[in-house]
C-alpha cells in the first residue's frame, strides 16, 4: 500500500489549483455546514430553523422562541464551527506531514502530538481538575512534538530518525498516561470519552481558541505548498532550485503541529481525518501539494461536521463520540485501497 500510495510516486497530474477544484470544495462545505446546523438532537425543526436563518437575515419574524434560538445560535452553531475548524486543522496537518515525510501514513499524531496532550489532559482531569484541559491538552501536545524534535536532533538530521523518535516518545508518554490512569481509577470514563474525541462547545470559547492558530498554520502551509512539492524531488534537487529542505521541514512540522495541538486541545483524539481527507484529495486530483494542502483544508472540514453531525443524531438523544464515527469511515476506507492495490 505504502508504494501505492506514496506521494512521491503519486501522478502529478496537475499541479495548479484550478477554479473548479475551490469551488467544489467550497459548495461541498457550505453544504454540510447547512445540512449539520438544519439538524440536530434537539427538537427545532429543520425549516424552523431555516425559518430562522431567514428572520435573521431579512430582519423578518423568527419561527423560533428565545430559548430554541439560544440552543441554535449559542450551541448548535458553535459546534459546527468548531468542527469546521477542527476538522481543516487535522487534514491540512496530514497533508503536511505526508509531504514532510514523503509517507502516506503519516498522519497529525506522527511525533508524539496525541500522546502529549493525552498525557497532559489526563493530569489534569485527574490530579487538578480546575485547571481547563483544552490548556493541559494544547501544552502536552506541543511538548510531546518539542520532545520528539530533541531526541531525533540529537540522534540525527534525517526524517526517518524524527520518525523513530517519534515512536519512542509517543510510546513513553502513552505509559505515562496509563500509569497516572491507573493512580486515579475513578476518573477513568472521563478520560476515556476524552481519548475517544469529542466536539462541546459552551459559546463560541472554543472556537476562539482554535481559529488565531488554525488560520497562522493554513497560511503558512499553503505558501509552503509548492515547497513540499520540491522536496519531492529529493534534497539535492530542491537545494539546487534555492531551496533549504532542513528549514523547509522544520517551517511545515511547526505549523502542522500547532494547528494539531490546537485541534486536540479542544476535541480530544480524533483519529482518521488527516489520513482519509488527502488521500481522498489525491486521489481525486493527483499528487501536488499545492492542490492537496488547500482543499484538505476544505474538505476535512466538511468531513469532520458530517461525521458531527452522526455522531449527534444517529443515537439521539445520546451521542456516540465522534472518534468513533471517524474509525467507522477510515477503517473500510484503508481497504478499500488495499483492495484497490491488489485489482
Same mark, same amino acid.
Given at each position: 500500500?505504502?508504494?501505492?500510495?506514496?506521494?512521491?510516486?503519486?501522478?502529478?497530474?496537475?499541479?495548479?489549483?484550478?477554479?473548479?477544484?475551490?469551488?467544489?470544495?467550497?459548495?461541498?462545505?457550505?453544504?454540510?455546514?447547512?445540512?449539520?446546523?438544519?439538524?440536530?438532537?434537539?427538537?427545532?425543526?429543520?425549516?424552523?430553523?431555516?425559518?430562522?436563518?431567514?428572520?435573521?437575515?431579512?430582519?423578518?419574524?423568527?419561527?423560533?422562541?428565545?430559548?430554541?434560538?439560544?440552543?441554535?445560535?449559542?450551541?448548535?452553531?458553535?459546534?459546527?464551527?468548531?468542527?469546521?475548524?477542527?476538522?481543516?486543522?487535522?487534514?491540512?496537518?496530514?497533508?503536511?506531514?505526508?509531504?514532510?515525510?514523503?509517507?502516506?501514513?503519516?498522519?497529525?499524531?506522527? /511525533?508524539? $502530538? %496525541? #500522546?502529549? &496532550?493525552?498525557?497532559? +489532559?489526563?493530569? =489534569?482531569?485527574?490530579?487538578?481538575?480546575? *485547571?481547563?484541559?483544552?490548556?493541559?491538552?494544547?501544552?502536552?501536545?506541543?511538548?510531546?512534538?518539542?520532545?520528539?524534535?530533541?531526541?531525533?536532533?540529537?540522534?540525527?538530521?534525517?526524517?526517518?530518525?524524527?520518525?523513530?523518535?517519534?515512536?519512542?516518545?509517543?510510546?513513553?508518554?502513552?505509559?505515562?498516561?496509563?500509569?497516572?490512569?491507573?493512580?486515579?481509577?475513578?476518573?477513568?470514563?472521563?478520560?476515556?470519552?476524552?481519548?475517544?474525541?469529542?466536539?462541546?462547545?459552551?459559546?463560541?470559547?472554543?472556537?476562539?481558541?482554535?481559529?488565531?492558530?488554525?488560520?497562522?498554520?493554513?497560511?503558512?502551509?499553503?505558501?509552503?505548498?509548492?515547497?513540499?512539492?520540491?522536496?519531492?524531488?529529493?534534497?539535492?534537487?530542491?537545494?539546487?532550485?534555492?531551496?533549504?529542505?532542513?528549514?523547509?521541514?522544520?517551517?511545515? /512540522?511547526? $505549523? %502542522? #503541529?500547532? &494547528?494539531?495541538?490546537? +485541534?486536540?486541545? =479542544?476535541?480530544?483524539?480524533?483519529?482518521? *481525518?488527516?489520513?482519509?481527507?488527502?488521500?481522498?484529495?489525491?486521489?481525486?486530483?493527483?499528487?501536488?501539494?499545492?492542490?492537496?494542502?488547500?482543499?484538505?483544508?476544505?474538505?476535512?472540514?466538511?468531513?469532520?461536521?458530517?461525521?458531527?453531525?452522526?455522531?449527534?443524531?444517529?443515537?439521539?438523544?445520546?451521542?456516540?463520540?465522534?472518534?468513533?464515527?471517524?474509525?467507522?469511515?477510515?477503517?473500510?476506507?484503508?481497504?478499500?485501497?488495499?483492495?484497490?492495490?491488489?485489482?
Amino acid at each position: 500500500m505504502t508504494e501505492a500510495l506514496s506521494p512521491a510516486r503519486a501522478p502529478l497530474r496537475q499541479t495548479k489549483l484550478r477554479p473548479r477544484h475551490l469551488l467544489v470544495a467550497l459548495v461541498v462545505l457550505l453544504a454540510s455546514i447547512l445540512l449539520s446546523v438544519l439538524l440536530g438532537a434537539a427538537e427545532l425543526g429543520w425549516q424552523r430553523v431555516l425559518g430562522e436563518i431567514v428572520a435573521q437575515l431579512t430582519g423578518g419574524m423568527s419561527p423560533l422562541s428565545e430559548r430554541e434560538a439560544a440552543i441554535l445560535w449559542q450551541l448548535r452553531v458553535p459546534r459546527v464551527v468548531l468542527g469546521v475548524l477542527v476538522g481543516a486543522a487535522l487534514a491540512v496537518s496530514g497533508a503536511a506531514f505526508q509531504g514532510v515525510f514523503r509517507n502516506p501514513l503519516a498522519d497529525p499524531y506522527l /511525533l508524539g $502530538a %496525541a #500522546s502529549g &496532550a493525552g498525557l497532559g +489532559a489526563t493530569l =489534569v482531569i485527574t490530579t487538578a481538575p480546575s *485547571v481547563p484541559v483544552q490548556f493541559a491538552a494544547f501544552a502536552g501536545a506541543l511538548g510531546g512534538v518539542g520532545l520528539t524534535w530533541l531526541v531525533g536532533r540529537s540522534a540525527g538530521r534525517d526524517t526517518a530518525t524524527l520518525v523513530l523518535a517519534g515512536v519512542a516518545v509517543g510510546a513513553f508518554l502513552t505509559a505515562g498516561q496509563t500509569f497516572v490512569q491507573q493512580l486515579r481509577v475513578e476518573t477513568l470514563e472521563q478520560v476515556y470519552m476524552w481519548i475517544l474525541g469529542r466536539l462541546t462547545t459552551t459559546g463560541w470559547r472554543e472556537v476562539l481558541i482554535v481559529l488565531p492558530y488554525l488560520a497562522i498554520s493554513a497560511v503558512v502551509l499553503c505558501t509552503c505548498a509548492r515547497l513540499l512539492d520540491l522536496l519531492g524531488t529529493g534534497d539535492e534537487e530542491a537545494a539546487a532550485l534555492g531551496v533549504h529542505p532542513g528549514w523547509v521541514r522544520l517551517l511545515v /512540522l511547526t $505549523a %502542522a #503541529s500547532l &494547528a494539531t495541538a490546537a +485541534a486536540v486541545s =479542544v476535541a480530544g483524539l480524533i483519529g482518521f *481525518v488527516g489520513l482519509v481527507v488527502p488521500h481522498l484529495v489525491r486521489l481525486a486530483v493527483g499528487g501536488s501539494f499545492r492542490i492537496i494542502v488547500p482543499l484538505s483544508l476544505l474538505f476535512g472540514g466538511a468531513f469532520l461536521v458530517v461525521a458531527d453531525m452522526l455522531a449527534r443524531t444517529v443515537l439521539a438523544p445520546a451521542e456516540i463520540p465522534i472518534g468513533v464515527i471517524t474509525a467507522f469511515t477510515g477503517a473500510p476506507f484503508f481497504a478499500v485501497l488495499l483492495h484497490r492495490r491488489r485489482a
